[in-house]
């Protein structure tokens, strides 16, 4: 996967720039209210227990975390893009386009 995402999206600035943009919307979707669901979410379980957990207060729970974590990957990508992007906007040489 790593060798794909090198050769793929990293060996083209068009592609790499594409991938970038649709990270960095992936993790604002992703991150958007997802600290205030979740405290909300542990808050409801706090408060009634058991008795969220059947109503589905935990199944809520691990899509939140779920969620974080495809926030954080899209994150990540971000920034090996972002810093493949910065890299070779810096070794480029000032006359070549």
Same mark, same amino acid.
């Given at each position: 996967?790593?060798?794909?995402?090198?050769?793929?999206v990293?060996?083209? *600035?068009? $592609?790499?720039? +594409? %991938?970038? &943009?649709?990270?960095?919307?992936?993790?604002?979707v992703g991150?958007?209210?997802?600290?205030?669901l979740?405290?909300?979410?542990?808050n409801?379980l706090?408060?009634?227990g058991?008795?969220?957990?059947r109503?589905?207060?935990?199944? *809520?729970? $691990?899509?939140? +975390? %779920?969620? &974080?974590?495809?926030?954080?990957?899209a994150?990540?990508?971000?920034?090996v893009c972002k810093a493949?992007?910065?890299?070779?906007?810096?070794?480029?040489d000032p006359?070549s386009?």
């Open positions: 996967m790593k060798d794909w995402f090198s050769r793929v990293l060996g083209r *600035q068009w $592609a790499t720039f +594409l %991938v970038l &943009g649709v990270a960095f919307f992936v993790f604002g991150t958007l209210s997802l600290f205030m979740l405290q909300a979410n542990l409801l706090a408060d009634h058991w008795q969220a957990v109503d589905g207060g935990a199944w *809520q729970l $691990a899509e939140l +975390l %779920v969620t &974080g974590y495809l926030a954080l990957m994150y990540l990508v971000f920034e493949s992007l910065v890299r070779r906007w810096l070794d480029a006359g386009t």
